[in-house]
């Protein structure tokens, strides 16, 4: 995300991308669902989920098209320098004026559309990691790249900040027991932050020492580079899959076995503004699709495979919510949903609650460090000058300073998770998700066209190629925002 052109990597399967693509978006917005589900009503909750999925599948297909134009521009360029280089080479000095005169036909006429069909079978193949940073640069004005960046920034400064308050939030929530609870786990009840802890500490004291604990053993890696992270990311990957699992079958078989609690309501307004945002944030791809898509070594039919994980990620989002809202009460559901489960009545096993309560600090404690890193390089990035070094205080201190400080203070303040997910899903992820994938789809289909030839056809090319679906992408986003902005200021003013 930084912005580059980068190796494309080790090639795998098609069906093994699908399995990457479903691990990179189930993730830690799954965790939060639940409660905003409750919140909304299952019935509103459904519509929107599917909504929300449809719209995040139509910005997917347009970030793949315009990564093949991209990679039909780059292809093409090095066409040009290949062809330049052999005229080069067989050209004599009485030829020179025939040289001159083919230059300025390039020149008045490009492209040579004849040249383009010959070779236009594979100028639309992805086989260049091209990243949206630059894309962006590729696609966007001056103006329209710091947006992007700034865009992306947000995004990545609220990803940490929900990192940083769910760790210690989940150790606060495990640790921290009452003297009526006899696991030392989170009962039914619900606490206050001024509620004690361990003798005169308080939960909230607890939570902001976890927290530093948290900033000093995990933060010093901002200040680095964090490398071959791949075994880590396949054991957090597994303990994730082994978590839900476990979630779903106890939901199931509480359900089945007479002991539901959930009564939820068919809708609820007011609760929209929080779903929503979690919503967008558990779609959440489009940032890290070039990593994805590029090294599948089969891409024939990669917009059907693409469907086929969307349609079963909606099947895992909505077994996991329903499941969590009929087990249990709404007014129950945690901002983390496997601290339901950190409880003696809902799971007999110690080893099991402790696993639930606790998987959270596992995998996010895994990803903070990347986001991090990748945050401080796309602050370098956007700052960067052609031909030009940063000092080395800047470059290993200030950047990985104004990193890290903004989101730990955030989680100092607060950590209602749900929230944090919700506006940062609201905002940033908007942008991410829908308004950069629309402006970046259009740009390029211009460019295409004046670079290519009118006839040109990208074989990757969305099949919601009408520009009206770019204006209905940018009208959905445009409205999302300013009705979650609205009712933020709504209930501020009410309360």
């Known amino acids: 995300m930084a912005g580059e052109i980068t190796e494309t990597g080790e090639l795998y399967s098609p069906y093994v991308g699908l399995v990457y693509m479903f691990n990179l978006i189930v993730g830690t917005g799954a965790l939060t669902m639940p409660k905003a589900f409750a919140t909304a009503g299952w019935l509103v909750s459904l ?7 449809f ?30 280089e052999e005229d080069d080479d067989s050209s004599t000095a009485s030829d020179s004026d025939v040289l001159v005169q083919d230059n300025y036909e390039r020149a008045e006429k490009r492209p040579i559309l004849s040249v383009q069909r010959r070779g236009s079978l594979n100028l639309f193949e992805i086989t260049d990691r091209v990243e949206m940073g630059q894309m962006a640069s590729m696609f966007f004005n001056k103006v329209g790249v710091n947006l992007f960046y700034f865009c992306i920034i947000t995004y990545l400064y609220g990803d940490l900040a929900i990192y940083a308050a769910a760790v210690p939030f989940s150790l606060m929530q495990v640790t921290c027991a009452t003297s009526n609870e006899s696991c030392g786990v989170e009962a039914d009840s619900k606490h206050n ?13 607890a939570y902001r020492i976890y927290l530093a604990v948290f900033t000093l053993l995990l933060g010093p890696f901002t200040f680095f580079d964090v490398q071959k992270t791949k ?9 994730r899959w082994v978590a839900f699992a476990i979630m779903i079958v106890l939901a199931l078989v509480r359900i089945g076995h007479g002991h539901r609690e959930g009564h939820p309501a068919l809708a609820d307004l007011s609760g929209v503004r929080n779903l ?12 890290s699709l070039p990593s994805l898509v590029t090294p599948v070594s089969s891409k024939r039919r990669l917009t059907c495979l693409v469907f086929l994980d969307y349609v079963l990620i909606l099947a895992f989002y909505g077994l996991l919510c329903f499941t969590a809202i009929f087990c249990f009460r709404g007014d129950s559901l945690m901002d983390m949903y496997t601290l339901n489960f950190a409880r003696c009545d809902v799971v007999s096993s110690a080893a099991v609650r402790f696993f639930l309560g606790l998987f959270p600090v596992f995998t996010i404690s895994t990803n903070f460090p990347i986001i991090a890193v990748t945050l401080r ?3 370098k990035t956007l700052f960067h000058r052609e031909g030009g070094t940063y000092p080395w205080v800047v470059d290993r201190v200030v950047f990985p300073t104004i990193t890290l400080l903004p989101p730990v203070l955030v989680a100092f303040c607060t950590h209602d998770l749900e929230s944090l997910v919700g506006i940062t899903g609201a905002y940033a992820g908007t942008g991410i998700q829908y308004v ?8 390029c289909r211009k460019d295409t066209q004046l670079t290519l030839g009118y006839g040109t056809v990208n074989k990757h090319r969305s099949p919601f190629r009408h520009t009206f679906w770019v204006g209905f992408v940018l009208l959905w986003a445009f409205s999302c925002f300013f009705f979650v902005t609205a009712n933020i200021v709504l209930s501020e003013t009410k309360a």
């Open 55 to 84: 719209m995040s599948f139509v910005t997917t297909t347009f970030v793949v098209e315009a990564m093949a134009a991209a990679n039909a521009q780059l292809h093409w360029k090095r066409r040009e320098n290949h062809q330049e």
């Open 231 to 239: 075994y880590l990311q396949i054991l957090t990957s597994l303990m």
């Open 436 to 443: 950069i994938p629309a402006f970046l789809v259009y740009h």
């Open 193 to 205: 932050d001024t509620d004690p802890c361990w003798g005169p500490l308080r939960r909230v004291d």
């Open 47 to 53: 519509v929107l989920l599917v909504f929300l999925g």
């Open 276 to 287: 929503f945002g979690v919503c967008v944030y558990s779609f959440m791809c489009q940032h």
């Open 377 to 379: 390089n796309n602050w």
